[in-house]
């Protein structure tokens, strides 16, 4: 596709619940980015690929959040027993190499009630 | 942690007039980037300057970049209600010590630009 894809725009669960948020990167970009987004703060870094490894996950907040890239192409971040402050906005990157420009995709947008 | 700090955290000001946002940051860098936000959605990239450059322009963005200081500024001048975001500098840090080159936000200067 043209641009950075995120699926679902929105999402809704339940506390406890398990989630899974997809990321289209852009075709031939190796890193890829997930960063989490609160009201009124900056993007949070959460995890970073290059290629199908994770070259940097140090900022996972705790062991229920997950990534993967098995192909070096699309993205998933998993949640497992989802909690209200998980709700956020989160977003995901694309960038041709290291040291370039990123590209994000408009994010999608957990609410755990 | 959040390695950039903009300042201001907000800013209002008239169509028009010039809009001034800095960054400061704390450890070596690769790049330094400006982004900017609307909305709270995706963010769009505006700017790269290298840690070698001092100065780059692209329309009516100039950014400057001091790496002895550690500092950045986004200028952009004849602002319009349409400049109305948020603003980010993101810094691509150096690797060291087994870190990578992942791309740090700051906390982001809110501008809006009255008609």
């Known amino acids: 596709g043209a641009g950075v894809s995120q699926t679902p725009s929105n999402k809704v669960t339940e506390k406890g619940k398990y989630v899974e948020l997809r990321c289209d990167p852009i075709?031939?970009?190796?890193?890829l980015y997930w960063y989490r987004q609160s009201l009124g703060q900056g993007p949070e870094f959460l995890i970073y690929?290059?290629?199908?490894?994770?070259?940097?996950d140090s900022g996972l907040p705790n062991d229920r959040f997950f990534a993967v890239r098995p192909e070096g192409s699309v993205s998933t971040l998993k949640i497992q027993r989802t909690e209200r402050g998980d709700s956020a906005v989160y977003l995901c990157?694309?960038?041709?190499?290291?040291?370039?420009?990123?590209?994000f995709g408009q994010g999608t947008r957990l609410t755990v009630v | 942690s959040q390695q950039g700090e903009e300042d201001p955290q907000a800013l209002s000001i008239q169509e028009g007039e010039n809009a001034t946002m800095n960054c400061s940051y704390k450890?070596?860098?690769?790049?330094l980037q400006w982004y900017r936000q609307n909305s709270g959605r995706g963010l769009v990239h505006l700017i790269l300057?290298?840690?070698?450059?001092r100065e780059k322009h692209s329309g009516r963005l100039r950014v400057t970049l001091d790496t002895s200081k550690k500092s950045s500024s986004l200028l952009i001048t004849a602002s319009r209600a349409a400049d109305t975001a948020s603003y980010f500098c993101?810094?691509?840090?150096?690797?060291?010590?087994?870190?990578?080159?992942?791309?740090?936000f700051g906390k982001g200067t809110k501008l809006t630009v009255n008609p």
């Open positions: 990157a694309s960038s041709l190499t290291d040291n370039t420009e990123a590209f």
């Open positions: 075709s031939g970009h190796t890193a």
């Open positions: 690929f290059q290629g199908t490894g994770a070259a940097d």
């Open positions: 450890t070596s860098i690769n790049n």
């Open positions: 300057i290298r840690s070698n450059e």
């Open positions: 993101a810094t691509a840090l150096t690797p060291t010590q087994g870190g990578s080159e992942k791309l740090v």
